[in-house]
T-cell receptor
Framework: KQEVTQIPAALSVPEGENLVLNCSFT??????LQWFRQDPGKGLTSLLL?????REQTSGRLNASLDKSSGRSTLYIAASQPGDSATYLC??????????FGTGTRLTVIP | DGGITQSPKYLFRKEGQNVTLSCEQN?????MYWYRQDPGQGLRLIYY???????QKGDIAEGYSVSREKKESFPLTVTSAQKNPTAFYLC??????????????FGDGTRLSIL
């Protein structure tokens, strides 16, 4: 069964720092991988979706990479801001559009 | 604006009571999903629907029921058979269940607690 792991569970960084969030998955036969942001008590906001044939996707200060063969994805956040504080979740698609989620990384950006 | 609306935001259930969580979308999406989120755990799939009048069990369907009578609506009933219903419930939709390159869009969730 697919397992999705996100390490670390929590991360605190000073404002302005670049940072990387990690996601690993056990079954490399994924269709695509999606990164989400979740604010406390709120739903999920889709940040980036990487197709299995792609290596990376970029949106503004965010860059997500995908290495299927090693079962890893990273989310790079440049020049972090206090407004980036949230929980970041990765999820993988296996064929049909059922997502398997990691447990998330809670990010705090300190002003 | 198009989106997914979940109501209510907070819900309380008494012992032995069934409660229904509402999920409405105006994105014209065929597929809809219900997830449960518990502290320290990833989201887990309860039920999903590929199209109107169709729905399938997810990983943790026991104690829950759904219906899909209209394209825009996918209500979730938490029955008295669900012994640990306290959680944050999230509804999502996507254009097509079988097209894996379509992102899922989420509502703002309903927090269910036991009285």
């Amino acid at each position: 069964k697919q397992e999705v792991t996100q390490i670390p569970a929590a991360l605190s960084v000073p404002e302005g720092e670049n940072l990387v969030l990690n996601c690993s998955f056990t079954d490399s036969a994924i269709y695509n991988l999606q990164w989400f942001r979740q604010d406390p008590g709120k739903g999920l906001t889709s940040l980036l979706l990487i197709q299995s044939s792609q290596r990376e996707q970029t949106s503004g200060r965010l860059n997500a990479s995908l290495d299927k063969s090693s079962g890893r994805s990273t989310l790079y956040i440049a020049a972090s801001q206090p407004g980036d504080s949230a929980t970041y979740l990765c999820a993988v698609h296996l064929g049909a559009n059922n997502l398997f989620f990691g447990t998330g990384t809670r990010l705090t950006v300190i002003p | 604006d198009g989106g997914i609306t979940q109501s209510p935001k907070y819900l309380f259930r008494k012992e032995g009571q069934n409660v229904t969580l509402s999920c409405e979308q105006n994105l014209n999406h065929d597929a809809m999903y219900w997830y449960r989120q518990d502290p320290g755990q990833g989201l887990r799939l309860i039920y999903y629907s590929q199209i109107v009048n169709d729905f399938q069990k997810g990983d943790i369907a026991e104690g829950y029921s759904v219906s899909r009578e209209k394209k825009e609506s996918f209500p979730l009933t938490v029955t008295s058979a669900q012994k640990n219903p306290t959680a944050f419930y999230l509804c999502a939709s996507s254009i097509d269940h079988w097209v894996g390159n379509q992102p899922q869009h989420f509502g703002d969730g309903t927090r269910l607690s036991i009285l």
